[in-house]
């Protein structure tokens, strides 16, 4: 990733997702582009000047700036300030960089939980992989690697192979895993019916032992597992055994006017509660 932008708005969620994408660049030849977004339609309403806005959002974007450069003298970043409808302005910024990185307080609000991740609804609509991370997150020294949710679908297919070039670039490990299971009032019946699901799982085994062949065969210095995984639904899975890594990578499906509207169930509730920084790729 050489361009990269990142979402401030002043808070610590902000913060947040600045510190990550510095950490994650480092090495790397990128450039970061802070954004500030004022939600002009908000600030009519409240009695809030154009001029003032435009004042109060250059302060925050210097701010930033300069706590980071203070930090990170090497670092390439410039800053940029919009007004307009934050989520689509975030988007068509976005769409002019190789990824855009937003923190998030992950549901901690009655609005956050209601209208969805500003994340995922950025995710649904860009055509560049949106990172999001947890306002509570804390670097650590010791790299455990990316973990990368693999849907029964193709869904994740461009999440895998982002994945992957990633964890050359910087040196990192990748575990492919696949979540599955039925709620327990669909297993009974099944067992005692002499079926069982164990079948289930090999069938996602297989399947990602083939993923892994497939990118040892691409990437000879790639250090690749897989893991299929079962508990009682895929994003509880997920964000529990993501805590094992420094990321977690998905996929998402097309971005229609409809996917705009409809969150994909598993990612959405990932993204609600959040436990690492998480990737979203989209499909082409």
Known sequence: MKKILVGIDGSSRGEKALEWAVR?????????????????????????APEQMEV?????????KKKIL??????KVETLAKTG????TIVDEANQHDAVVLGTHHGST?????????????????TVPTIVVPSDWEPKDATRGIMVAVAADDSSDS?????????????????????????????????????GIDPVGEQFQRRLNALVDHLHGQYPSLEVSGES?????PSTTLVE?????????????????LGRMVFGSVTHSVLMNIAVPTVIVPQP
Not at 56 to 64: G, M
Not at 116 to 121: I, N, V, Y
Not at 162 to 172: C, G, Q
Not at 246 to 253: I, K, P, Q
């Open 70 to 75: 203070a930090s990170y003298p090497d670092l």
């Open 229 to 233: 995984i079962e508990g009682p639904t």
């Open 24 to 48: 994650d660049v480092q090495g790397q030849d990128a450039l970061i582009t802070l954004l500030c977004v004022g939600d002009s339609e908000f600030a009519k309403e409240a009695g809030v």
């Open 85 to 88: 409808a934050v989520i689509d």
């Open 241 to 257: 055994y993501s805590k094992k890594f420094d990321y977690l990578v998905m996929g998402t499906h097309s971005r229609s006017a």
């Open 56 to 64: 109060s959002i250059n302060a925050v974007l210097e701010e930033a």
């Open 110 to 126: 009655v609005s956050e939980t209601i209208t969805g991740a500003k994340g995922l609804r950025v995710s649904i609509s860009t």
């Open 159 to 195: 999440a895998i192979v982002w994945a992957a070039n990633h964890a050359v670039a910087r040196n990192l490990s990748i575990d492919l895993v696949s979540a599955w299971g039925l709620p327990s009032y669909l297993t009974r019946p099944a067992e005692a019916m002499g079926g």
